[in-house]
C-alpha cells in the first residue's frame, strides 16, 4: 500500500508555498514569493503580503499538482501552516486549506511554522533522529529546540530576546547598502571580505549573561555595534570596505549561534544538531556548525538552502509525519493564530 499524499500550504510570510510529499519523497514545491513588493519597504508589509497571497494561491496550487504530475483529488491530506507568523497571510492558507479539506473530503491538519522548518529536513535526508537538538534560524525566529517528537514534543530551551538572526542580517545588509532581504547578499559579499577585520560583539556569552541566559540569543547590540561603526568612518569621510565588515558582522552572528547550539547539544546529551529557518541557508554557518560538530561527535543536518527558507514542502513534510504518526486531524474550524507557540 502506497504511504498518502499530502498537499501541504505555506503563507506565514511572504512566500506562497505549496509542497507535495508522499511519505518522505518530495514530488512538488511550488513557491511564489512577493518579496520584490516588499523591498522598497525594506521589510514584510503585511497587508501587501496578504494580497499577494490571494492572488497566487490558486495558480501555485495548479503548479505543485502539474509538477507533481496529480490531480486534486489524489490528495490524502491536506496540512497547513496554521502559526505562527503574519495573521493576515496566515489566514489566507488556512482559508485555502479549509476549503481543499471540505471541497476533497479530506483531513485537514494545522501544522506550527517553526515544527515545519524541522520536519523538511527528513525529505532530504530520510526520518528525522529524534531526540534532536534543532536550531531555528529565520527572520522572525532564533531558537534552540530540543525535538523528542517533531509532530508534538518541541520543547524551547532558549530564545532571542530581541531581534531574530535573519533580521539583524537585513538590518546590517541595509546600513550597507545592500538590497532586501540581505541575508543572502551578506552571504555572497562576505566571501570577499575579512571575517576577523572588526571584532564585532558575541552576545550573551560574557560570563554574567551565560547564568541566565545560557540558551538565548541577542542581535541587537551587534546591530548597534557595527551601525557605530560604519558611522565612525563616514564620518571620518573614509569609505566603507563592505565585504569585510559584512564578514567580521556573519563571523559573530554564526559564532554565538554555534557555540550555542553546540553547548545546548551537549548538555542535553544530544548527538544531532539540525539547523533550519531561512538563515541556515548562510554558507558560513553550515561550514562553521559542520566544522565545530565533528571535533565533538556531534552529527549535523541541515537541508539544501531551497528547503531552508519558507515553502510549503516542509508543511506538507511535517503533515505526513503527523499522518504516519496518528495524530488527530485538527477541526474544520481551525484557527489561525500569528504567536502559536511551539
Ligand atoms: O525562514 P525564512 O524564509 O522566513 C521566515 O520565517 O522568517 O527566513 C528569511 C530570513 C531573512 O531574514 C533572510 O535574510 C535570511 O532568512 N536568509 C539568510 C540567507 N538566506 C536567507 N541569512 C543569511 N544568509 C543567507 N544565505
Ligand atoms: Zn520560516
Given at each position: 500500500k502506497q504511504e498518502p499524499l499530502v498537499l501541504g500550504i505555506e503563507t506565514s510570510c511572504d512566500e506562497t508555498g505549496v509542497g507535495i510529499v508522499r511519505g518522505h519523497t518530495l514530488l512538488a514545491d511550488a513557491v511564489a514569493s512577493s518579496v520584490e513588493e516588499h523591498a522598497r519597504f525594506g521589510g514584510v508589509v503585511p497587508e501587501v503580503a496578504s494580497r499577494a497571497h490571494l492572488e497566487a494561491m490558486v495558480p501555485t496550487i495548479e503548479r505543485a499538482c502539474d509538477t507533481a504530475g496529480i490531480a486534486l483529488r489524489d490528495v490524502d491530506a491536506i496540512a497547513v501552516t496554521n502559526g505562527p507568523g503574519l495573521a493576515g497571510a496566515l489566514l489566507v492558507g488556512v482559508a485555502a486549506a479549509k476549503a481543499l479539506a471540505l471541497g476533497l473530503g479530506k483531513p485537514i491538519y494545522g501544522v506550527n511554522h517553526l515544527a515545519a522548518?524541522?520536519?523538511?529536513?527528513?525529505?532530504?535526508?530520510?526520518?528525522?533522529?529524534?531526540?534532536?537538538?534543532?536550531?531555528?534560524?529565520?527572520?522572525?525566529?532564533?531558537?534552540?529546540?530540543?525535538?523528542?517528537?517533531?509532530?508534538?514534543?518541541?520543547?524551547?530551551?532558549?530564545?532571542?530576546?530581541?531581534?531574530?538572526?535573519?533580521?539583524?542580517?537585513?538590518?546590517?545588509?541595509?546600513?550597507?547598502?545592500?538590497?532586501?532581504?540581505?541575508?543572502?547578499?551578506?552571504?555572497?559579499?562576505?566571501?570577499?571580505?575579512?571575517?576577523?577585520?572588526?571584532?564585532?560583539?558575541?552576545?550573551?556569552?560574557?560570563?554574567?549573561?551565560?547564568?541566565?541566559?545560557?540558551?538565548?540569543?541577542?542581535?541587537?547590540?551587534?546591530?548597534?555595534?557595527?551601525?557605530?561603526?560604519?558611522?565612525?568612518?563616514?564620518?571620518?569621510?573614509?569609505?566603507?570596505?563592505?565585504?569585510?565588515?559584512?564578514?567580521?558582522?556573519?563571523?559573530?552572528?554564526?559564532?554565538?549561534?554555534?557555540?550555542?547550539?553546540?553547548?545546548?547539544?551537549?548538555?542535553?546529551?544530544?548527538?544531532?544538531?539540525?539547523?533550519?529557518?531561512?538563515?541556515a541557508a548562510n554558507s558560513r554557518l553550515r561550514a562553521m556548525a559542520e566544522e565545530r560538530a565533528s571535533r565533538l561527535g556531534i552529527r549535523v543536518r541541515v537541508p539544501r538552502p531551497g528547503l531552508c527558507t519558507d515553502n510549503g514542502a516542509m508543511v506538507a513534510a511535517l503533515g505526513s509525519e503527523m499522518v504516519a504518526r496518528g495524530r488527530t486531524p485538527s477541526p474544520l474550524d481551525l484557527p489561525a493564530d500569528s504567536s502559536l507557540p511551539v
Open positions: 522548518h524541522i520536519a523538511v529536513d527528513q525529505l532530504e535526508h530520510g526520518a528525522l533522529p529524534e531526540p534532536c537538538l534543532a536550531l531555528l534560524v529565520s527572520g522572525g525566529h532564533s531558537s534552540l529546540l530540543k525535538v523528542t517528537d517533531v509532530t508534538a514534543g518541541v520543547e524551547p530551551l532558549g530564545a532571542t530576546i530581541d531581534d531574530a538572526a535573519g533580521e539583524a542580517f537585513d538590518k546590517v545588509a541595509r546600513l550597507l547598502g545592500l538590497p532586501f532581504p540581505g541575508g543572502p547578499h551578506i552571504d555572497r559579499v562576505a566571501r570577499e571580505g575579512s571575517s576577523v577585520y572588526v571584532d564585532f560583539p558575541r552576545g550573551l556569552t560574557a560570563r554574567r549573561d551565560l547564568e541566565r541566559h545560557r540558551f538565548d540569543f541577542s542581535f541587537s547590540g551587534l546591530k548597534t555595534a557595527v551601525a557605530r561603526w560604519v558611522e565612525a568612518r563616514e564620518r571620518a569621510g573614509e569609505p566603507v570596505p563592505v565585504s569585510d565588515v559584512a564578514a567580521s558582522f556573519q563571523e559573530a552572528v554564526c559564532d554565538v549561534l554555534v557555540r550555542k547550539a553546540l553547548d545546548a547539544a551537549a548538555s542535553q546529551g544530544i548527538e544531532d544538531l539540525l539547523i533550519g529557518g531561512g538563515v
